[in-house]
């Protein structure tokens, strides 16, 4: 079945600062999905991206899904957006694959 | 509009035992998914319901079973517990299978 590789496993940033986070995919992009896991566990979806771009305040996400990549972008960092995120894909949009995250640590 | 809630949030249970856990889907949607999540792992998908039935499963043995209801809310069963299955288990629904969205999870702590 299809992997994926997220990157970086750990990120620490001081507030006001901007990230990039990436996923490579070992096969063909079809119901790529990145979420947000708050300290309590709860997983918020952000996008919901097989290709393109999309933007949603300070976040924003790109699929160059034949290259089958991912980039997440967050920008003017807060606390609030500490947590763990993850890209996810899967042939059906129900049984997805996730990778192993990227911790987000924002100092203030 | 109420999100996907899962009931009980915590709980604690002894090797051997059995447990389940509830989901009731978001508003509007008829899939349900149930994924396990270990400490510091990304989600592993179980299995998903649609139309009361089982479609897909992932790489779980019998003892992790389900239900899904007509109303579409949805049961976790697992059997013979073992330390293992402690984990966050995650309930997620959806409609026409494209974005999902979980609940708040119920935290799993086999003793």
């Known amino acids: 079945g299809i992997q994926v590789e997220q990157s970086p496993p750990d990120l620490i940033l001081q507030e006001g600062a901007n990230s990039t986070l990436r996923c490579n995919f070992s096969d063909s992009v079809n119901n790529l999905q990145w979420f947000h896991q708050n300290p309590w566990g709860q997983l918020i979806n952000l996008f919901y991206i097989p290709s393109g771009t999309k933007q949603n305040g300070r976040l924003s996400a790109t699929t160059v899904a034949t290259e089958r990549y991912s980039l997440l972008y967050i920008s003017s960092s807060q606390t609030t957006d500490s947590g763990v995120y993850f890209c996810?894909?899967?042939?059906?949009?129900?049984?997805?694959?996730f990778g192993a995250g990227t911790i987000l640590r924002v100092k203030s | 509009d109420a999100g996907v809630t899962q009931s009980p949030t915590h709980l604690i249970k002894t090797r051997g035992q059995q447990v389940t856990l509830r989901c009731s889907p978001k508003s509007g949607h008829d899939t349900v998914s149930w994924y396990q999540q270990a400490l510091g792992q990304g989600p592993q998908f179980i299995f998903q319901?649609?139309?009361?039935?089982?479609?897909q499963r992932g790489n779980f043995p019998d003892r992790f079973s389900g239900h899904q209801f007509p109303n579409y809310s949805s049961e976790l069963n697992v059997n013979a517990l073992l330390l293992g299955d402690s984990a966050l288990y995650l309930c997620a629904s959806s409609f026409l299978g494209n974005t999902i969205y979980f609940g708040e999870g119920s935290w799993l702590t086999v003793v």
């Open positions: 319901y649609y139309e009361e039935e089982e479609r």
């Open positions: 996810a894909d899967g042939d059906d949009g129900n049984k997805l694959v």
